[in-house]
């Protein structure tokens, strides 16, 4: 991963010898022209950057020294927060992932933005707006192997709308069965269509969400222990309280 991330900032900051020619004072990397002194020590720093500890303090260093000559580029700004984010310094990381996303053109941190509020940060109305925004530009499209929507879904369901969440999680399993087919509808989806219909006392039709997902991933324990409150809940439905 370190190789390819100095791949990445090599490619983006120095093709030192190849950009402009040799007897020029200053270098174009991307739109911006640096001077022949500040493109070396850019260099200095990207090999430095690569071989630091994630969680070096020197590593920060080199990268606060690398954007105060190049202070749009998007992927340093990136590589500041994600150390933080892996010790869940969120709101400090944040800072710095707020300035990717300003700088990048790709909109590539945005999506990344709103997926680490989702999943890491636990800050659901944020991740939302990011995610709506994202759709915006870019449809329903993916973030870390599930789409937009599936994360909107997530959110809804932390934040007790039950029936949002059920609603983009049955969306993305018929789209899934729309395009892909009925074996490879995403049992993740299922599982949570499931914890949905549970919330809302839809006990017969959790259970088929939890059917339908163990079919496709019988060693899913989480959807197994969730059946097996399915099973309670219909049996003191029909028959009252089980008595301990």
Same mark, same amino acid.
């Given at each position: 991963?370190?190789?390819?991330?100095?791949? @990445?900032?090599?490619?983006?900051?120095?093709?030192?010898?190849?950009?402009?020619?040799?007897?020029?004072?200053?270098?174009?990397?991307?739109?911006?022209?640096? /001077?022949? &002194? #500040?493109?070396?020590?850019?260099?200095?720093?990207?090999?430095?950057? #690569? !071989?630091?500890?994630?969680? /070096?303090?020197?590593?920060?260093?080199?990268?606060?020294?690398?954007?105060?000559?190049?202070?749009?580029?998007?992927?340093?700004? &990136?590589?500041?927060? *994600?150390?933080?984010?892996? &010790?869940?310094?969120? $709101? !400090?990381?944040? &800072?710095?992932?707020? /300035?990717? !996303?300003?700088?990048?053109?790709?909109?590539?941190?945005?999506?990344?933005?709103?997926?680490?509020?989702?999943?890491?940060?636990?800050?659901?109305?944020?991740?939302?707006?990011?995610?709506?925004?994202?759709?915006?530009?870019?449809?329903?499209?993916?973030? *870390?192997?599930?789409?937009?929507?599936?994360?909107?879904?997530?959110?809804?369901?932390?934040?007790? $709308?039950?029936?949002?969440?059920?609603?983009?999680?049955?969306?993305?399993?018929?789209?899934?069965?729309?395009?892909?087919?009925?074996?490879?509808?995403?049992? /993740?989806?299922?599982?949570?269509?499931?914890?949905?219909?549970? $919330?809302? #006392?839809?006990?017969?039709?959790? *259970?088929?969400?939890?059917? $339908?997902?163990?079919?496709?991933?019988?060693?899913?324990?989480?959807?197994?222990?969730?059946?097996?409150?399915?099973?309670?809940?219909?049996?003191?439905?029909?028959?009252?309280? @089980?008595?301990?």
């Amino acid at each position: 991963m370190k190789k390819y991330s100095c791949f @990445i900032l090599l490619s983006l900051c120095i093709s030192i010898n190849s950009c402009v020619n040799k007897k020029a004072e200053t270098k174009e990397i991307g739109k911006i022209k640096v /001077s022949r &002194q #500040d493109s070396v020590k850019l260099k200095k720093y990207i090999e430095q950057i #690569d !071989v630091l500890p994630l969680f /070096s303090t020197k590593r920060q260093k080199y990268l606060d020294s690398f954007l105060l000559i190049l202070p749009s580029n998007a992927y340093a700004w &990136q590589q500041k927060a *994600m150390p933080l984010f892996k &010790q869940k310094k969120y $709101e !400090v990381g944040m &800072q710095y992932l707020d /300035s990717a !996303v300003k700088y990048d053109q790709t909109n590539h941190y945005l999506e990344y933005r709103a997926f680490i509020k989702c999943i890491f940060q636990k800050n659901y109305i944020a991740a939302i707006r990011d995610f709506d925004a994202i759709q915006k530009i870019k449809g329903n499209s993916y973030v *870390m192997d599930h789409t937009y929507e599936f994360y909107k879904g997530l959110c809804f369901l932390q934040l007790n $709308e039950f029936n949002k969440a059920e609603k983009l999680f049955s969306k993305n399993i018929n789209e899934d069965r729309k395009k892909l087919g009925e074996k490879w509808i995403n049992c /993740s989806a299922l599982f949570y269509q499931g914890i949905c219909f549970f $919330e809302m #006392d839809n006990y017969k039709q959790a *259970m088929i969400s939890f059917d $339908e997902c163990l079919k496709r991933y019988r060693n899913f324990t989480d959807a197994k222990v969730l059946q097996s409150n399915m099973f309670r809940k219909l049996w003191e439905t029909r028959r009252g309280p @089980i008595i301990n």
